[in-house]
């Protein structure tokens, strides 16, 4: 009997434990406010009494594990879980994502208007850079310098010279196309261009004051007419004044082909190649368009035009950060109206 008491004061002890821990009723209908002592006949083992209870916030199959003395299952462990502090990672995270989203939507408008501005100073230095290229090349022409240390800093500048052709050593620059201010300007923006391809002639001319021999390009034939046998006509033959725009060597843009001197077709200004195979030094000239003749090359081919775009990307960096605005204000705008609504209705 004294056994069965015990064991009952037991059961009623952990009841409220039971009921907090969410087990419901320990036996029968009835709250857990109400204790009710188990028969005697129904009392747990003494020796359960000895085992540590669960905790009291384990699940009820726990707390019954623990009181009936059953050995938990093998690689299964209750933990209690932590509701609130994953709410608050998840929280703080979030935050963090949302501060950095709106740091780098604030670095767009930022990086584009100090492009604007950036390019506000570049199209001041492109236009004071055509107008000297507008004063050089209308200049009046000089003598061809004899060093061609000299000639770094004349290019685009007319020189004369006085001199005569050697037609047997003719290179071709191709595929160009013509020339032509008035055409290139009704073709502006087109996809395509009506121009007839054809190369331009490039040819060795001794000078007799200097007593060297440079390279001239003498202008522009059309295709059918880059063999000089068709041409004969055009083939100036004694000394020649000559003036023309001194030109320096380029170097290979990106796509542009390898010259090919085996066939003798040049993409580029190569003059330390196109001197060695001559024979001439390393100067070049385009002659002036005074200097065709009948039936020889189209001279007056030199492109002094310079691309000046920095307004247009002026604009468009000064807009984006404007359009990035725009969504704002149209929700402030409906925020205003809104309250404007309901101040008068009230």
Same mark, same amino acid.
């Given at each position: 009997?004294a &056994?069965a /008491?015990? $064991? %009952?004061?037991?059961a009623?002890?952990l009841?409220?434990?039971?009921?907090a !821990?969410? *087990?419901?009723?320990v036996s029968?209908?009835?709250r857990?406010g109400?204790?009710?002592?188990?028969p &005697?006949? /129904?009392? $747990? %083992?003494v020796?359960?009494?000895s085992?540590?209870?669960?905790?009291?916030q !384990?699940p *009820?199959?726990?707390v019954?594990?623990?009181?009936?003395?059953?050995?938990?299952?093998?690689g299964? &462990?209750w /933990?209690?879980?932590r509701?609130g502090s994953?709410?608050?990672e998840a929280?703080?995270?979030?935050t963090?994502?949302e501060?950095?989203?709106?740091?780098f939507l604030?670095l767009i408008?930022?990086?584009?208007f100090?492009?604007g501005?950036?390019?506000?100073?570049?199209?001041?230095?492109?236009l004071q850079l055509?107008?000297?290229?507008e004063?050089?090349?209308?200049?009046?022409p000089?003598p061809?310098p004899?060093d061609p240390?000299?000639?770094?800093?004349?290019?685009?500048?007319?020189?004369?010279v006085?001199?005569?052709?050697?037609?047997?050593q003719?290179?071709?620059?191709?595929?160009r196309t013509?020339v032509?201010?008035?055409?290139?300007?009704?073709?502006a923006?087109?996809?395509?261009?009506?121009?007839?391809?054809?190369a331009?002639?490039?040819?060795?001319?001794?000078?007799?004051e200097?007593?060297i021999?440079?390279?001239?390009?003498r202008g522009?034939?059309?295709?059918?007419?880059?063999n000089p046998?068709t041409?004969?006509?055009?083939?100036?033959e004694g000394?020649?004044?000559l003036?023309?725009?001194?030109r320096l060597?380029?170097?290979r843009?990106?796509?542009?082909?390898e010259?090919?001197p085996e066939?003798?077709?040049?993409?580029?200004?190569?003059?330390?190649a196109m001197?060695?195979?001559?024979g001439?030094e390393?100067?070049f000239i385009?002659?002036?368009f005074?200097?065709?003749?009948?039936?020889?090359?189209?001279?007056?081919q030199?492109?002094?035009?310079l691309?000046n775009?920095h307004?247009q990307?002026?604009?468009?960096?000064?807009?984006?950060p404007?359009?990035q605005?725009?969504?704002k204000?149209d929700s402030?705008?409906?925020?205003?109206f809104?309250?404007?609504?309901?101040s008068?209705n009230?």
């Amino acid at each position: 009997m004294a &056994a069965a /008491r015990q $064991l %009952g004061l037991r059961a009623a002890g952990l009841r409220p434990l039971l009921c907090a !821990a969410g *087990a419901g009723p320990v036996s029968g209908p009835g709250r857990c406010g109400r204790a009710r002592v188990r028969p &005697a006949g /129904r009392a $747990l %083992g003494v020796g359960a009494l000895s085992r540590p209870l669960a905790s009291p916030q !384990a699940p *009820a199959s726990v707390v019954w594990r623990s009181v009936l003395g059953i050995a938990p299952r093998a690689g299964l &462990a209750w /933990r209690p879980r932590r509701c609130g502090s994953s709410s608050a990672e998840a929280t703080a995270t979030k935050t963090e994502d949302e501060s950095f989203l709106r740091w780098f939507l604030l670095l767009i408008p930022v990086t584009a208007f100090g492009l604007g501005t950036w390019q506000v100073q570049r199209r001041k230095w492109k236009l004071q850079l055509i107008a000297e290229l507008e004063s050089r090349v209308m200049a009046e022409p000089i003598p061809l310098p004899a060093d061609p240390m000299e000639l770094k800093n004349l290019e685009y500048r007319p020189v004369k010279v006085r001199g005569h052709f050697d037609h047997s050593q003719e290179l071709y620059m191709m595929p160009r196309t013509m020339v032509d201010p008035a055409r290139e300007a009704r073709e502006a923006g087109r996809l395509s261009s009506a121009a007839e391809s054809g190369a331009y002639v490039v040819t060795p001319f001794h000078c007799t004051e200097l007593g060297i021999t440079i390279l001239v390009n003498r202008g522009f034939v059309p295709r059918r007419k880059v063999n000089p046998d068709t041409r004969r006509k055009g083939q100036v033959e004694g000394e020649v004044d000559l003036v023309g725009m001194v030109r320096l060597t380029e170097t290979r843009k990106p796509f542009v082909p390898e010259n090919n001197p085996e066939r003798n077709h040049w993409h580029y200004r190569d003059l330390e190649a196109m001197a060695r195979l001559t024979g001439a030094e390393p100067i070049f000239i385009d002659a002036d368009f005074k200097s065709t003749v009948p039936g020889g090359p189209i001279g007056g081919q030199t492109r002094v035009t310079l691309r000046n775009e920095h307004l247009q990307y002026i604009i468009t960096c000064h807009i984006i950060p404007l359009v990035q605005e725009v969504p704002k204000l149209d929700s402030w705008c409906v925020r205003r109206f809104a309250e404007v609504s309901l101040s008068l209705n009230n």
